[in-house]
């Protein structure tokens, strides 16, 4: 089972990471993803997290390449359900995520994305930037 | 990694099934699902299976306690995302799911959802069905 499942949702696309990644599985999902984001003409990605303990600058980098992606296909990205514990990390490592937003949870995602569409963020440039509620 | 993350979205509640599923896992999710449909007041549970190759009497079972489980907290479940191959088996091997209605993806599974809602499904008792459209 070595392929993680992009949901669509309500136009967007959802992806939940629930297994260790390793560097062939973040090039699938890459791949896949930005497939899917051309196929599916969605605006928005939001990756789901919960089940992450611990985001090292591997994923870090992982969701950087993929929000870099889906902007250039004029898509957004949200990562969504981060653990309190990893936020605290990733301030404390220092560890920036350019270019990729972050919400609560999927629905504040799904607000955040069509937010940033209507705004025109896709194509403007992103931000880190927390969900405005 | 041994959690399987339950997801909120637009009020409904989403499990991805990623890994291989044992007893213990099972047990775990079913426990979770349920205190997070009480917890939420999720009115609906969606099941992806896009990730399964193979649906087994196991799983089968699975999704079957799910549903019931849901339904006498009044919620209906639709399992969404069965591939081709998994829904010649089922039907081959005669494998039923009685209570689990299914749908092709999420937005269907969303609307079909919001349909059985409307019907009053949760509470009389859900059938095995496809979604209307």
């Known amino acids: 089972m070595e392929q993680i499942p992009i949901l669509k949702v309500e136009g967007c696309l959802l992806v939940s990471i629930q297994v260790d990644m ?3 599985l973040a090039m699938a999902l ?17 990756i789901d997290i919960s089940a992450l303990e611990i985001v090292d600058s591997f994923i870090g980098r992982m969701l950087n390449n ?7 296909l004029d898509a ?6 981060m653990r309190p514990a990893v936020a605290i990390t990733l301030v404390e490592l220092g560890l920036t ?3 990729v937003h972050t919400a609560l949870d999927v629905d504040r995602g799904l607000k955040l994305i069509r937010t ?12 880190l930037a927390t969900s405005p509620n």
């Open 76 to 81: 957004v990205t949200v990562v969504v359900g």
């Open 116 to 127: 940033l569409i209507a705004r025109g963020d896709a194509q403007t440039g992103a931000r």
């Open 97 to 99: 995520m350019t270019g």
């Open 22 to 24: 390793h560097d062939q």
């Open 66 to 72: 993929i929000a870099a992606m889906a902007r250039v």
């Open 30 to 46: 890459q791949d896949d993803l930005t497939r899917r984001v051309v196929q599916t003409r969605a605006r928005g990605v939001m």
